[in-house]
T-cell receptor, first 113, second 112 residues
């Protein structure tokens, strides 16, 4: 099993550009999430999904869109990048039974200039 | 909403015990977790405790839960240089299985 994979590992965008961060998991997990990690702020939930076709907003959803057309994939789209979106982005999938362990991808480091 | 607090930094000598503390506000938490993040990597689950337990031991790791004070701690015995990392506590409420609330993370530095 590859677990949770994310691409790209690094990305630099100019303000106003759009892009999609890819996330895939091969564990057949229903639950998937996107977080951003900023210094001194821990991880903050952007969007999450409880299954294919179902998504919902987390704590900091503005400026991001998600979709979940398959169980495996959960892409995160930045519609019009802003410097405030400079961060490290983590995708995670959650096992369906106790203790509901979250498995994290290696992260995407995004810089918006 | 839920809030999870941690101190930002802890420095210990190799061989000593480390104690990382966390406080949370959500009394309906079901599971509480400790995750470890090494430089440039994602988070990995270290251990967890169910909310009806007071203590859990797993080799060098001991988790203590004080539900009355909403206080969680992680003790690492015989701390090694390989334990240097950022440690996050996180809580899961009874609502959505996919939502964890993370603390700000404690950076553990192990010195020789």
């Amino acid at each position: 099993n590859a677990g949770v994979t994310q691409t790209p590992k690094f990305q630099v965008l100019k303000t106003g550009q759009s892009m999609t961060l890819q996330c895939a998991q091969d564990m057949n997990h229903e639950y998937m999430s996107w977080y951003r990690q900023d210094p001194g702020m821990g991880l903050r939930l952007i969007h999450y999904s409880v299954g294919a076709g179902i998504t919902d907003q987390g704590e900091v959803p503005n400026g991001y869109n998600v979709s979940r057309s398959t169980t495996e994939d959960f892409p995160l789209r930045l519609l019009s990048a802003a410097p405030s979106q400079t961060s490290v982005y983590f995708c995670a999938s959650t096992s369906g039974g106790p203790p509901y362990e979250q498995y994290f991808g290696p992260g995407t480091r995004l810089t918006v200039t | 909403g839920e809030d999870v607090e941690q101190s930002l930094f802890l420095s210990v000598r190799e061989g000593d015990s480390s104690v990382i503390n966390c406080t949370y506000t959500d009394s309906s938490s079901t599971y509480l977790y400790w995750y470890k993040q090494e430089p440039g990597a994602g988070l990995q689950l270290l251990t967890y405790i169910f909310s009806n337990m007071d203590m859990k031991q797993d080799q060098r790791l001991t988790v203590l839960l004080n539900k009355k004070d909403k206080h969680l701690s992680l003790r690492i015995a015989d701390t090694q240089t390989g334990d240097s990392a950022i440690y996050f506590c996180a809580e899961r409420d009874t609502g959505t299985a996919s939502k964890l609330t993370f603390g700000t993370g404690t950076r553990l530095q192990v010195t020789l």
